[in-house]
């Protein structure tokens, strides 16, 4: 156990934004400022990434250098990467918006787009045809802004079911839940022997893997939103009283561990399944790998990936969102798209996968054969990415989470119903909006 903690050490909540002090005087600073063009670019390009073993590019991940070191030389350019932890990009980029100078060229941005769509480069007229046609078309929900692509996904990181085969087929369950019943259901059954059916990392409200993007999920599952077509908030209807009755009840009746309400991080989660301690969760593509190693997994060979059960209207899920930009103040901004297209090639694509981790974005690379037999859960979330997917964000996304989080906190501790959360979270975040909208 504690050597799976050790072992599972992606960053506890590398999809939460970070609320810091820099980040804040940063946005405080947004808009004020004439952003400087940055030097000519014609052969150097700068690179904001995270860090391995978070979605790394190659040069900072270790895969594709031979295939990157032969498109530097073939294009004469020369790539610098600045690569830090996870927790820190989005105060980093604020921060450097903020000043009005030119940093870097392209940056990685997780479900922050909205947020500093002024300081980015639209994609549209440098997205090639094929490559956008090779793309889930739900990708581009969580990279655009006021009708431009100002991103391209990079990677196909859905939510979908992780289960441990071993516990269901003692309780006599021949195949994973596919509707919310059958979840109930299951989760119930499989509660038993000290361990929990369903596991979950509700301990953070904001951001994408916090609670209330975990509520997003089932929320579009019942066939709602989250904004109607004037922008404002509509969740508070009953298909977003059902999402937080479902996890409402199976935390109630005893089926989910109720340490969920302290995990912060999807580690925490993880390591609870991958522990035999828990039966199901949702989980990202990333944790597939670590959750079959030998070293970090007392699971190996009994875990099972299937898509999400299906709400009163269908199956579900949200995007990670990790995605490529580039800087409006780029003095190359062809050169970084075609970088950009390099880091989405099939080649570099594949590896992506075989040596990270990361399964790739591009449909035809998942249906790969050979990333298929290394990935079993591809064909899952490739199954999952044909159905409705959305995280919903803006630009005020990490105030809106963290209000709405909190409020779904109160309902999943007893504090609140759910008809009671949700209405003064929809309140909440009728402000939040009025406030941004003007």
């Not at 903690?5 to 808009?31: D, E, H, Q, W, Y």
């Not at 895969?63 to 927790?87: R, S």
Request: hydrophobic residues 40%.
């Amino acid at each position: 156990m504690h050597r799976a903690r050790t072992m599972l050490s992606v960053p506890t909540n590398r999809r939460s934004i970070l609320k810091g002090a820099a980040g804040a005087a940063g946005l405080a600073a947004l808009g004020r400022r004439a952003p400087v063009r940055g030097v000519s670019a014609a052969t150097g390009l700068s690179v904001l990434s995270p860090l391995a073993p978070d979605p790394a590019p190659p040069g900072v991940a270790e895969f594709a250098i031979p295939e990157f070191d032969a498109w530097k030389a073939a294009n004469d350019v020369d790539v610098t990467y600045e690569a830090v932890a996870w927790p820190q990009l989005h105060d980093k980029m604020a921060t450097n918006f903020a000043s009005g100078t030119h940093v870097h060229d392209i940056m990685y941005n997780c479900g922050w787009v909205p947020e500093f769509a002024q300081f980015l480069t639209p994609m549209d007229a440098y997205l090639p045809a094929d490559l956008v046609a090779d793309l889930p078309p739900s990708s581009f929900s969580t990279v655009g802004w006021d009708g431009k692509k100002l991103g391209v996904v990079f990677s196909l990181s859905l939510l979908t079911l992780f289960y441990n085969t071993e516990h269901l087929e003692l309780a006599g369950l021949k195949e994973p839940p596919k509707t919310w019943d059958e979840l109930k259901g299951y989760a119930k059954e499989l509660t038993r022997d000290g361990r929990s059916g369903w596991v979950l990392n509700y301990g953070a409200p904001e951001g994408i893997g916090g609670v209330a993007s975990y509520w997003m999920t089932f929320l579009q599952q019942a066939g709602g939103t989250m904004y109607g077509a004037d922008g404002m908030p509509v969740f508070n209807d009953a298909p977003g009283i059902d999402a937080l009755s479902l996890m409402v009840e199976m935390m109630t009746n005893g089926s989910t561990d109720p340490g969920s309400l302290s995990y912060v991080g999807i580690n925490d989660a993880t390591n609870v399944l991958t522990a035999g301690n828990a039966s199901m969760m949702m989980n990202w593509p990333f944790m597939w790998k670590p959750a079959n190693d030998p070293e970090s997994s007392q699971i190996v060979g009994k875990l099972g990936s299937a898509i999400l059960p299906a709400g009163p209207v269908t199956s579900a899920s949200i995007d990670g969102t990790d995605a490529w930009t580039i800087a409006a103040t780029s003095a190359a901004p062809e050169k970084a798209a075609e970088l950009i297209g390099f880091y989405l090639s099939p080649e570099v694509q594949k590896k992506q996968w075989l040596d990270t981790g990361w399964l790739p974005i591009r449909l035809s690379v998942l249906e790969d054969a050979e990333v298929q037999a290394a990935a079993p859960n591809a064909a899952v979330v490739l199954e999952q990415a044909k159905l409705p997917y959305d995280s919903f964000v803006t630009p005020d996304y990490n105030e809106v989470t963290q209000a709405l989080g909190t409020e779904i906190q109160k309902a999943l501790g007893g504090a609140k119903t759910p008809e009671e959360a949700l209405k003064d979270a929809s309140d909440q975040v009728t402000e939040i909006v009025k406030k941004r909208l003007g």
